[in-house]
């Protein structure tokens, strides 16, 4: 079988550290032909340390010259749209980094895009493969929680605002920890729950602990670079801090179901990554695996035994191998998208009435936006 000739278009931390690795894992299945980044020292050093033969400072000229079949695009969140509408125009597949759209609009845009152009585009929602989520989502389509009225989800970093590249500039960023790391949680809030569709969202930002000059202490791994190291750290300064680093909020869902949520970068509170999904049969607490349910007429507390043999967990961006593993059977035409392009424009929807109502105070409604 001939392989699946891949380009990646940005060359920082999770280029070289998550997908570089993880296509380099499936050697059969895709050879990467060049990485193009807008820093051409960023762009020549990760193709020298890869043995890729090929790299740009222009994405547009790699497109061109190299026609790969599958691109990754891994560039702050500001330019997703961009080079993800260049890459299907190109005639490529697309894994983008997430959030991969930040406004509903804009969601709407790149899969009409994808679809007009036949090619599978893909959210990198890489956390969705943790051995416990995977069994809630077994449980939930078993139909053990019953019918889920009401969840709660915490992700938090004690101290842990992104400091090795541009995730706290808004104009590179689009927003601060919602859309970092809140945006994995929303993301899997939905697969877990059937993708009900948003109906509205409240919300509030802050920004207290990273404006301290004496709070900014985290490691790299603390503060998502998973592995310990990245490349091509820049210099942080925290006057150039302009997104939250807190957020906090209220979702409807059509169904019925409510979600309230917090999300931090800087917390006084420990470490949580964590989900409540409360059904009319049973409730579930993540990552704990304990169910609430009942035997008989009386209620009763189970934990169920789960597998915890995931082949990746070694690997500090092992989703990233899962997404990888997933997307080749995608390509081959085995299976569907399991993030499927609903999902994520439903979390870009999530995004958008968030923000919006951060800014105004009020509840936005995706009506409204629409
Ligand atoms: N799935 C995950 O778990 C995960 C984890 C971390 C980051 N990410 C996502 O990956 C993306 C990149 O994050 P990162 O940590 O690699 O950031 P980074 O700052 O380390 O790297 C960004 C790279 O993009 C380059 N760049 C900037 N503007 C560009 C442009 N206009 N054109 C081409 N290249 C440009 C920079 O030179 C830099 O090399 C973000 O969208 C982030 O949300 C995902």
């Known amino acids: 079988m001939a392989k699946f000739k891949v380009a990646i278009i940005s060359c ?12 380099k894992h499936l050697p059969d299945m895709f050879e990467i032909v060049g990485v193009s980044d807008i820093n051409e020292k960023a762009a020549k050093d990760t193709a020298e340390r890869n043995d890729i033969p090929h790299w740009y400072q222009d994405a547009g000229k790699m497109l061109d010259d190299l026609c790969p079949d599958v691109v990754s695009v891994c560039v702050p969140n500001a330019f997703h749209k961009e080079y993800t509408l260049m890459a299907l125009r190109h005639g490529a597949h697309v894994l983008c980094e997430k959030p991969l759209a930040v406004t509903y609009a804009d969601a709407l845009e790149v899969y009409e895009e994808a679809r007009k152009q036949g090619k599978h585009l893909m959210a990198c ?25 009401y969840s709660e989800f915490s992700r938090i970093r004690r ?30 809030l939905l697969w877990l729950t059937g993708n009900p569709k948003v109906v509205s969202v409240s919300g509030t930002t802050a920004v207290k602990i990273g404006n301290q000059e004496n709070q900014l202490k985290s490691g790299l791994r603390e503060s998502g670079a998973l592995s310990g190291f990245v490349h091509n750290e820049r210099n942080f300064s925290k006057d150039e801090l302009n997104v939250e680093e807190f957020a906090s909020g209220s979702i409807s869902f059509e169904n019925g179901m409510r979600t309230n949520f917090k999300v931090a970068w800087a ?7 964590g989900f409540t999904l409360l059904g009319d049969k049973a409730g579930l607490v993540l990552p704990q695996m304990q169910l609430y349910g009942s035997t008989g007429s009386y209620p ?15 690997h500090p961006f092992g989703g990233h191998f899962h997404l990888l593993d997933h997307f080749s059977d995608v390509l081959l035409g085995k299976c569907e998208q399991m993030i499927s392009p609903e999902e994520t424009i439903n979390v870009a929807a999530i995004i958008d009435c968030f923000y919006r109502s951060a800014k105004t105070g009020k509840e936005v409604f995706l009506e409204d936006i629409k």
């Open 159 to 188: 101290r842990g605002i992104p400091k090795w590249g541009t995730f706290h500039i808004k104009e590179l960023s689009c927003g601060g920890a919602f859309i970092d790391i809140g945006v994995h949680m929303v993301d899997t």
């Open 300 to 314: 009763a507390d189970f934990t169920p035994k789960i597998n915890n043999d995931d082949p990746y967990q070694k």
């Open 12 to 23: 920082g931390m999770i280029a070289n550290n998550a997908h570089i690795p993880a296509y």
């Open 267 to 273: 917390l006084n509170m420990p470490d949580e990554t």
């Open 125 to 149: 929602q890489t956390v969705r493969y943790t051995p416990d989520r995977i069994a809630a989502k077994d449980l939930i389509a078993e139909g053990i929680l019953g019918d889920i009225y």
